[in-house]
């Protein structure tokens, strides 16, 4: 049982460069999430699925697209990548509805130059 | 919105030490509560948590109290030990399809011998 996986661990990318960081969960979980990391800040929500189908935004979506591609698998794509994008970048998973615990991936370094 | 804040890091302790890490919230309804850990070059694990008012929290001799009447959720432990050097995060999941979590800035915590 792997939990949350994410990929890749590390990037740097030049801005203006797109990429995708990849994340899947094998705990048959409903809802999946993206968060990112910035010293100082506590982790701060990008995107959320509350379910297979459904994406929404979260308290930072700008410069981000997602897509669920299945129950198990969230994608977060950085389409013109930024420095400001320069942040350790989390999934985590969670049981259907309000107030459960997540579980997260081991998280994304990623670095814009 | 909902809010979490959290004593400033970070906070150095002697082993054996007790220590508390203060977090209070603000919140509609009735969120749950967290505290997540995470150690150097980690994703973050769910340390405790409580789900109404009241309840209290354990894990590996940490301990917190969901108190409604003073919107605190503070962590304790009697007795550190050099392995619980991390950063800690407490977290607050309100109403909603999914299980957002609104974090506090996180505190880091360094024991020595």
């Known amino acids: 049982n792997a939990g949350v996986t994410q990929t890749p661990k590390f990037q740097v990318l030049k801005t203006g460069q797109s990429m995708t960081l990849q994340c899947a969960q094998d705990m048959n979980h409903n809802s999946m999430y993206w968060y990112r990391q910035d010293p100082g800040m506590g982790l701060r929500l990008i995107y959320y699925s509350a379910s297979e189908g459904t994406t929404d935004k979260g308290e930072v979506p700008n410069g981000y697209n997602v897509s669920r591609l299945n129950k198990r698998e969230f994608s977060l794509r950085l389409e013109s990548a930024a420095p400001s994008q320069t942040s350790v970048y989390f999934c985590a998973s969670s049981e259907a509805g309000a107030r459960r615990e997540q579980y997260f991936g081991p998280g994304t370094r990623l670095t814009v130059t | 919105g909902d809010s979490v804040t959290q004593m400033e890091g970070p906070v150095t302790l002697s082993e054996e030490a007790f220590l508390t890490i203060n977090c209070t919230y603000t919140?509609?309804?009735?969120?749950?509560l967290f505290w997540y850990v995470q150690y150097p070059g980690e994703g973050l694990q769910l340390l405790l948590k409580?789900?109404?008012?009241?309840d209290k929290g354990s894990n590996k001799g940490f301990e917190a109290t969901y108190r409604k009447e003073t919107t605190s959720f503070h962590l304790e432990k009697g007795s550190v030990q050099v392995s619980d050097s991390a950063v800690y995060f407490c977290?607050?999941?309100?109403?909603?399809?999914?299980?957002?979590?609104?974090f506090g800035t996180g505190t880091r915590l360094q024991v020595t011998l």
């Open positions: 919140a509609t309804g009735y969120p749950s």
């Open positions: 409580a789900t109404k008012a009241d």
């Open positions: 977290a607050l999941s309100s109403t909603g399809t999914a299980s957002k979590l609104t």
